[in-house]
């Protein structure tokens, strides 16, 4: 009797997944009926419990029948027509039905859904899924990738491990609680343990999602989508890692990532990140939030992908795209190893504009070429900025 309500229990379930599902996909009405024509499920609650020719004699439906099967009951999955009126194919409707019934399956077969949420994000920041499994599984989760999405990657390892299973647990569970909690919005948050006491964020990063860290005039004009509302991000992680060092009492990093477009766009925002606090706690210190435009010269030393040092190059010097003479200023400057008085006989012009270029190229991408490491960093941004 226990084993019964149990299957009973379990399909109504995988019911209400089809249901929800399956209206997403095809933008159609949808309920699901038992072997005795009864809804136990729709994307309309009010009809829960009806019997089928009530329904249909209710609400004339022009519909598709697509029966399924669970383990050892059966049911049929009723569709509607599409509000706008395009015809829904059965055969696309019976593949859909099929693929969330197996999807479902294959979530209980796994410990939890959180174990599965986690594998898939993993899998999906690693680039190892292709778009259309990414659109399914993403859609079963319950996860909304259309927005754009940058990487926040937070390393918790001195709280999260050294402790037995069922704390590692409860302490995963309490730093992705801070992170949804933080940023007040869950859909606005998808969070994923990755292991090795690192939680992936992928933080929905338009203007909108920012606006309460985002300064006017912080992205220079020039500046491509894939560093924009970046300064926003990074003052977000900043607040994220105060509040986690609050909650956790430990040692906390933070590595962020740009904003790349497309499906594929969230792997490279992980790599991003993935650098970032990679060579941000082995060069600076850890406890600090990362970016790869705040590691200096060590993000051209360290990062192996040459379209991302040339990326990063440019976006380095965007405030000068429309300051052709400080840039002239700086190629004398570096041509006469960063002498003064040479650099401003060769200008033809006196030190002290000499002086006051310099003062506002400081000023408008805050690196000074006077200062060692910065005068390195600008030069290399100038020779891997010609390789474009």
């Not at 933070?254 to 060069?283: E, K, T």
């Not at 600076?284 to 040339?310: M, P, S, W, Y």
Request: aromatic share 6%; net charge neutral.
């Amino acid at each position: 009797m226990t084993a019964l309500l149990t299957t009973n229990a379990q399909f109504e379930r995988v019911a209400k997944v089809i249901a929800e599902r399956v209206a997403q996909l095809l933008c159609a009405s949808v309920f699901v009926i038992d072997q005795h024509a009864i809804a136990i499920a729709s994307s309309n609650p009010k009809l829960v419990g009806l019997s089928f020719d009530r329904i249909c004699g209710k609400l004339a439906l022009n519909y598709l029948r697509v029966p399924f099967t669970f383990e050892t009951q059966v049911g049929e999955v009723i569709i509607g027509k599409s509000p706008n009126g395009e015809a829904i194919s059965p055969h696309l409707a019976q593949g859909i039905v099929e693929l969330v019934v197996n999807q479902t399956t294959v979530i209980d077969a796994l410990p939890n859904q959180h174990q599965f949420k986690n594998k898939f994000i993993s899998d999906l920041l690693h680039g190892l899924a292709d778009e259309t499994t990414v659109f399914q599984y993403s859609k079963l989760l319950g996860l909304d990738l259309a927005p754009p999405r940058a990487v926040i990657l937070i390393d918790a390892r001195d709280y999260i491990l050294g402790a037995c299973e069922a704390q590692l647990r409860r302490r995963v569970a309490s730093v992705i609680n801070s992170v949804v909690n933080f940023f007040h919005l869950p859909n606005d948050t998808i969070c994923a343990y990755l292991g090795d006491g690192e939680v992936a964020v992928l933080k929905a990063s338009d203007t909108k999602n920012l606006r309460s860290w985002a300064n006017q005039g912080d992205v220079p004009e020039q500046c491509s989508s894939s560093w924009a509302n970046l300064i926003a991000l990074k003052r977000a992680s900043e607040a994220l890692l105060k509040q986690l060092r609050k909650d956790t009492n430990t040692s906390i990093s933070i590595g962020v990532g740009r904003y790349h477009p497309g499906i594929r766009g969230h792997a490279q925002s992980y790599r991003d990140a993935r650098a970032a606090l990679s060579l941000g706690c082995r060069f600076h210190d850890r406890n600090q939030v990362h970016c790869l435009d705040g590691l200096g010269i060590a993000a051209f030393i360290g990062v192996a992908d040459e379209q991302t040092k040339i990326e990063l190059a440019t976006y380095l010097l965007s405030p000068l795209n429309h300051e052709p003479e400080l840039l002239a200023t700086l190629d004398a400057f570096f041509a006469e190893d960063c002498c003064p008085s040479a650099t401003a006989s060769r200008l033809s012009i006196h030190r002290n504009t000499l002086s006051y270029r310099l003062e506002k190229i400081t000023l408008l991408t805050g690196l000074d070429p006077r200062r060692f490491d910065n005068a390195v960093q600008i030069r290399l941004a100038l020779l891997m900025r010609r390789l474009r």
